[in-house]
């Protein structure tokens, strides 16, 4: 079965921390990842993307994350966070196959203290 | 960038009545749609994929009868929560994707409406 689970459910960090989010995924054919994040009462927003080529994607807002296809992994990264970063953040998969049916984890809340 | 929007953000009913909510692609078309819920706490789940002039397709344990879905034309869906209990009470969103690729061509982005908070008493 297909599933994408994140290991951290709550994050709370400083600003100018680093961050690491982590991203596991099952899937067993050719998969696309994503990460999106809802902000407080706003939408979700696309983050960044990974579909073929450099498994080191950058996205918005200083954002990058790592493919690691060994690891059956997608995890986040910012280098110094701010509170601005504060929001919950999606990681979700999807079959290269399937259109845009996409399978989320379950989040991450991130709090950055001022 | 494309925008999605759902209509009501909010709606409080009572139990046993049904409740309607509209996505619309603002300005774009959208062959597909997909409804999700959040509960609390929790990851956003699948419901159906809705596609413009035929049923849509239903996950899981997702009950057809009760979670009832339109789409009526390439910018509107709707999901009526058909004989609403208090466990129907969650957060619905619903996406689609520009059938013309706009915004990231052909990378799968989807377009976020702002949801719609379901209470129902």
């Known amino acids: 079965a297909q599933s994408v689970s994140q290991h951290n459910h709550h994050v709370i960090l400083s600003e100018a921390a680093s961050l690491e989010l982590g991203c596991n995924y099952s899937y067993g054919g050719t998969v696309n990842l994503f990460w999106y994040v809802q902000y407080p009462g706003q939408h979700l927003q696309l983050l960044l993307k990974y579909f073929s080529g450099d498994p080191l994607v950058k996205g918005i807002k200083g954002f990058e994350a790592e493919f690691i296809k060994s690891k059956f992994s997608f995890n986040l990264r910012k280098p110094s966070v701010q509170w601005s970063d504060t929001a919950e953040y999606f990681c979700a998969a999807g079959a290269s196959n399937a259109g845009n049916m996409l399978t989320f984890g379950g989040g991450t809340r991130l709090m950055v203290k001022p | 960038g494309a925008v999605v929007s759902q209509h009501p953000s909010w709606v409080i009913c009572k139990s046993g009545t049904s409740v309607k909510i509209e996505c619309r692609s603002l300005?774009?078309?959208?062959?597909?749609m997909f409804w999700y819920r959040q509960f609390p706490k929790q990851s956003l789940m699948l419901m159906a994929t809705?596609?413009?002039?035929?049923?849509?397709?239903?996950e899981q344990g997702v009950e057809k009868d009760k979670f009832l879905i339109n789409h009526a034309s390439l910018t509107l869906s709707t999901l009526t929560v058909t004989s609403a209990h208090p466990e129907d009470s969650s957060f619905y969103i619903c996406s689609a994707r520009d059938t013309k690729g706009q915004g990231l061509q052909g990378t799968g982005e989807l377009f976020f409406g702002e949801g719609s908070r379901l209470t129902v008493l």
């Open positions: 809705s596609n413009e002039g035929s049923k849509a397709t239903y």
């Open positions: 300005d774009f078309q959208a062959t597909t």
